[in-house]
């Protein structure tokens, strides 16, 4: 069995290529899907990917995580700003997160500029679209080749 990478969704997210598309494009989230399990099957990784718009399943999906989840990918939305129960959920499981969003939050609304997510991922990538999920597999894999790799190592 192939390790799993779960890439989260927040609000809204659902609506892609007719909310708003001239700020997050015409692209789909089922567009970012398919590309996402593409770059995945290239880098030897499942994909498991979701979107919710209630915040308290975006938090079980977070709990439920197993022993063949290697990371998290997690585009909370408006949850970014507002939720202190997706990243006590993200430390309580323990694994490498990395936090995404389609537009440049800080060109945006000063309130964006704030993230709950933030203190708990090893990165953040914004502002770059659907491609900024393709981005965040790659780092993902070296993330967890890099644990993998410490783990593994006698001598740690």
């Known amino acids: ?19 708003e598309p001239a700020l997050y494009g015409r692209e789909t989230l089922e567009d970012i899907a398919a590309a996402c399990r593409a770059r995945g099957e290239t880098l030897g990784f499942a994909i498991d990917f979701r979107q919710s718009n209630l915040e308290g399943e975006l938090v079980e999906w977070i709990q439920a995580t197993h022993t063949d989840v290697r990371g998290i990918i997690l585009n909370a939305a408006a949850y970014t700003h507002t939720s202190v129960a997706i990243p006590d959920a993200l430390r309580a499981v323990g694994l490498p997160v990395i936090e995404v969003h389609l537009s440049n939050v800080f060109a945006r609304e000063p309130f964006r500029h704030h993230s709950y997510v933030s203190p708990v991922a090893a990165g953040v990538i914004a502002g770059l ?14 993330l967890v080749e890099t644990e993998a790799a410490r783990t593994s190592d006698p001598q740690t």
Do not use: E, K
Not at 1 to 19: E, Y
């Open 1 to 19: 069995m192939s390790a799993t990478i779960l890439i989260l969704n927040g609000p809204n997210l659902n609506l892609l290529g007719r909310r």
């Open 129 to 142: 679209g659907g491609q900024g999920y393709v981005l965040a597999l790659d780092a993902m894999a070296r």
